[in-house]
Every structure is written in structure tokens, then in C-alpha cells.
């Protein structure tokens, strides 16, 4: 067990539809990176948040969103979801001054239908 | 921009044999190297780290050295067990401006069979 909590664990919508994924960082960790994985592009890196600021963005389309709020846990807001979106969704954290110890959460596992 | 090749898979292995799962990278600064290990059903665990050329990185038997001069970082084990079946993902973070990102490979899926 990482200490990364991710909710839900799995998620089935359709298309069009908007959907809002939480993670919760390891107690003591201020940043929290999310990432997808997906058979055809692999993992990739979306977007990272420290102690509620965006500090870096990946390839992480528009109809994406995120946000850390005041008590660090984190949210990805999903809309006009497209079939292609359908992904394991991964939230990790890290120690502070320690960016690349990564702790993974289990993953939300997103089918769009 | 960065990225991570890694050897094609799936890896099939017998109990007991030499594994060696090849990495290299293209990075424009002096990245940090990683491998992580994904076991079924659950998220990516940091298997272990080298942060400047010529580093080995070890951790539960496994080793890689940080190569720049042929820019790799190439994962080995002497003995693999059953329990190593999981999905090896090579990665590197060019810190910088970039912070945490993490660049992976596609990953490699290995099978250990008793």
C-alpha cells in the first residue's frame, strides 16, 4: 500500500458525459502528479500540482481539468468524454525536494461506452 | 523532447534465470534515471534510481547502471523468481523546469514460470 488513495476504482460512462476523479497524497506530501495509461499511447504524464499551484503540464488535453485544494487532495475533472478516453487514470505523490519518488496510487480504471 | 525506448516484450523467463530488460533514452539535459515495477492490479512502485552518470542503481536483487555514453539504463537480475512477473517501466525526469514529470517507456511484461 503506496498511502495514495484514488476513488473511484472503476468508472463506466458514456460519451459526452463529464466525470470528476479524486486522489488523496500520502500524509506529508505537497505534490501530486496524475498520469494515463492507455494501450495505445502508454503512461503518460498529464499535469502536476504543489501545495495547490499548478507547477508542470503534459499532454493534457483541454476538455481536462485539474485542481489541489487547501487540504492537498486532488481532483481530475474528465468532460466531453470521447471513447479514446477510456484509461487507467493514475494520481501519485511525492516528498517534498523529492520529485521523482513517486508513490502510485491503484489507478481509476474510466470506460466510456 | 525526452523519451524512453525500451526491448519489445512479452519476456518469458524459467525460475532461477539471468533477466536483462534494455533501456535508452534521449534527453536534452542530464536526466535522472528510474525504474518502476507495475504488479497486476495495482500502481507503479519505484524499483530503483540513478541520478548522475556511472551510478548503479539496486534494490531486491535488481541493478541497472546509469550509462551516458551509450545512454541507457539497462535492468538486470541474476535470479528471477516467480514473484518478479510484473511489468517493467523505464523512466527518466529532466527536473528543471520540468519538476516531477516522469517520460516512461511502453513498458515490458515479464512472465516468470516455475
Known amino acids: 500500500d503506496s498511502g495514495v488513495t484514488q476513488t473511484p476504482k472503476h468508472l463506466i460512462t458514456a460519451t459526452g458525459q463529464r466525470v470528476t476523479l479524486r486522489c488523496s497524497p500520502r500524509?506529508?506530501?505537497?505534490?501530486v502528479y496524475w498520469y494515463q495509461q492507455s494501450l495505445d499511447q502508454g503512461l503518460q504524464f498529464l499535469i502536476q500540482?504543489?501545495?495547490?499551484?499548478?507547477?508542470a503540464k503534459g499532454n493534457i488535453l483541454e476538455r481536462f481539468s485539474a485542481q489541489q485544494f487547501p487540504d492537498l487532495h486532488s481532483e481530475l475533472n474528465l468532460s466531453s468524454l470521447e471513447l479514446g478516453d477510456s484509461a487507467l487514470y493514475f494520481c501519485?505523490?511525492?516528498?517534498?525536494?523529492?520529485?521523482?519518488?513517486?508513490?502510485f496510487g491503484p489507478g481509476t480504471r474510466l470506460t466510456v461506452t | 523532447g525526452d523519451s524512453v525506448t525500451q526491448m519489445e516484450g512479452p519476456v518469458t523467463l524459467s525460475e532461477e534465470a539471468f533477466l536483462t530488460i534494455n533501456c535508452t533514452y534521449t534527453?536534452?539535459?542530464?536526466?535522472?534515471l528510474f525504474w518502476y515495477v507495475q504488479y497486476p492490479g495495482e500502481g507503479l512502485q519505484l524499483l530503483l534510481k540513478?541520478?548522475?552518470?556511472?551510478d548503479k542503481g539496486s534494490n531486491k536483487g535488481f541493478e541497472a547502471t546509469y550509462r551516458k555514453e551509450t545512454t541507457s539504463f539497462h535492468l538486470e537480475k541474476g535470479s528471477v523468481q516467480v514473484s518478479d512477473s510484473a511489468v517493467y517501466f523505464c523512466a527518466l525526469s529532466e527536473g528543471g523546469t520540468s519538476y516531477g514529470k516522469l517520460t516512461f517507456g511502453q513498458g515490458t511484461i515479464l512472465t516468470v514460470h516455475p
Open positions: 500540482y504543489y501545495n495547490g499551484e499548478e507547477r
Open positions: 534527453a536534452t539535459g542530464y536526466p535522472s
Open positions: 540513478a541520478t548522475k552518470a556511472d
Open positions: 501519485a505523490s511525492s516528498p517534498q525536494g523529492i520529485t521523482y519518488e513517486q508513490y
Open positions: 500524509s506529508g506530501d505537497l505534490s
